[in-house]
């Protein structure tokens, strides 16, 4: 069964820094970009950014709003992706969903997201 | 910023046909995908390629596409259709962004 879990979430203090990990199952891990989206409670989905694979580059693109705190890296041996969330901001609480594919292809099987709440 | 933009809302009774629009500049040269979301569930993507859709996805919903406009049909809506949807593609070079979503009612 093709799965991904996401881990990692949790009550942090705005400026401090927290990192997602995103465990695949059931597929070449290695052959697919991954990417990250969030939702903000009662709002819509937001696109995060996502990391290619390996045979593209292994190269990242960020939405605006994160660019520069958030990195977006992968462990193909484990079939892991991460989020390293630096400089969290209250507007950065949501639920934070992986997704297999990135950019203009896939999106096709994802998570059941990480809730992350940036509150003092 | 870029957008897509939806209408916030749409509502059918159960067996009509259900019609959610996005539009946006760069629909005239880039797909677009469409996901449902229900509530408390990670979103499902039901359309891909403007019009093509995933293995598993009931035949009731396509997808079309006419200039800058992308439309999701939903042909014979039913209650378990009941969700939110959401656009979702390219914004410029090397970013991408999703419409702010369309609530679908079907009562």
């Known amino acids: 069964e093709v799965q991904l879990v996401e881990s990692g979430g949790g009550l942090v203090q705005p400026g401090r820094s927290l990192r997602l990990s995103c465990t695949a199952s059931?597929?070449?891990?290695?052959?697919?970009?991954m990417s990250w989206v969030r939702q903000a409670p009662g709002k819509g989905l937001e696109w995060v950014g996502f990391?290619?694979?390996?045979?593209?580059?292994?190269?990242?693109e960020y939405a605006a709003s994160v660019k520069g705190r958030f990195t977006i890296s992968r462990d193909d041996s484990k079939s892991i992706a991460y989020l390293q969330m630096n400089s969290l901001k209250t507007e950065d609480t949501a639920v934070y969903y992986c997704?297999?594919?990135?950019?203009?292809?896939?999106?096709?099987?994802w998570g059941q997201g990480t809730t992350v709440t940036v509150s003092s | 910023s870029y957008e897509l933009t939806q209408p916030s809302s749409v509502s059918v009774s159960p067996g009509q046909t259900a019609r959610i629009t996005c539009s946006g500049d760069?629909?005239?040269?880039?797909?677009a995908r469409w996901f449902q979301q229900k509530p408390g569930q990670a979103p499902v993507l039901v359309i891909y390629?403007?019009?093509e859709r995933p293995s598993g996805i009931p035949e009731r919903f396509s997808g079309s596409s006419s200039g800058t406009t992308v439309t999701l049909t939903i042909s014979g809506a039913q209650v378990e259709d009941e969700a939110d949807y959401y656009c979702y593609s390219a914004a410029d070079n090397n970013s991408w962004v999703f419409g702010g979503g369309t609530k679908l009612t079907v009562l």
């Open positions: 390629k403007d019009s």
């Open positions: 990391i290619r694979s390996k045979a593209y580059g292994g190269t990242t």
């Open positions: 760069v629909l005239a040269k880039k797909y």
């Open positions: 059931g597929f070449t891990f290695g052959d697919y970009a």
């Open positions: 997704t297999r594919g990135g950019g203009d292809y896939g999106l096709d099987v």
